[in-house]
């Protein structure tokens, strides 16, 4: 039988107000968070960034594997590549690949192939998710634990008063090629990262309220 792991001594967070004042304020911070495409080229210090993926990488994950890698591009010329192969992508999506009802679903957000935010914010950050450890190793419940991941990395950039956009070129293999990962890494998530421009907007849309969220048992 393997040797069960060290164990160390729980330090538990305590916000300083009551739990339902802690996450009323939390909520408050979160609801202003939108998904931008009109970004400001606004340098972010690199140290920013770092905190932001540090965050990120607090996740939990299947048998503490941590199934994530998050590639940081500011490279002005990695950054052309990253678009212009994004938006060959695109094009194929928007004319041939996407049914009718997702084209009209898309529609009110005025999306098209054009992705200039992809040079435009200051940084890139391409989540890959790692069917295998570095080593070779099992992991396990990848999506889930890559997806949770980034939930955290989108709420810290949002903490530190930046604007994100979470990209879904499809298909999105080219990532892997153009920054010559490995096999083991697969690309999850693009992810535009910087200060919204200053005449940003975005679409008027509600979200669910809460009895259409939760069930209460």
């Not at 540090?54 to 199934?67: H, L, Y």
């Not at 998710?129 to 810290?156: F, R, W």
């Not at 298909?171 to 990962?181: A, I, Q």
């Not at 890494?185 to 969220?213: C, F, H, N, T, W």
């Amino acid at each position: 039988m393997a040797k069960p792991p060290d164990h160390i001594p729980l330090e538990p967070y305590d916000p300083g107000l009551p739990s339902e004042q802690a996450a009323e304020r939390f909520y408050e911070t979160m609801k202003r968070r939108r998904t931008v495409r009109m970004f400001s080229d606004r340098p972010v210090p690199i140290e920013t960034i770092e905190w932001v993926v540090r965050a990120a990488g607090t996740a939990p994950s299947g048998a503490n594997k941590q199934p994530w890698r998050f590639v940081v591009v500011g490279d002005p010329a990695m950054k052309r590549k990253i678009r212009e192969a994004a938006e060959e992508e695109e094009r194929e999506f928007y004319t041939r690949r996407a049914p009718a009802e997702w084209l009209a679903d898309l529609a009110p957000f005025g999306t098209d192939e054009e992705k200039d935010f992809l040079e435009i914010a200051p940084w890139l950050v391409i989540v890959f998710k790692m069917m295998k450890t570095d080593e070779g190793g099992q992991v396990y419940y990848v999506n889930e634990s890559v997806g949770i991941a980034t939930g955290m990395l989108l709420a810290a950039a949002h903490h530190a008063g930046l604007a994100t956009l979470t990209h879904t070129p499809s298909p999105m293999g080219f990532l892997s090629k153009v920054l010559e990962r490995p096999a083991h890494e697969r690309p999850y998530l693009l992810i535009p990262m910087g200060y919204p421009a200053e005449d940003s907007v975005v679409p008027d849309i509600q979200r669910k309220p809460l009895g259409e969220i939760m069930v209460r048992v």
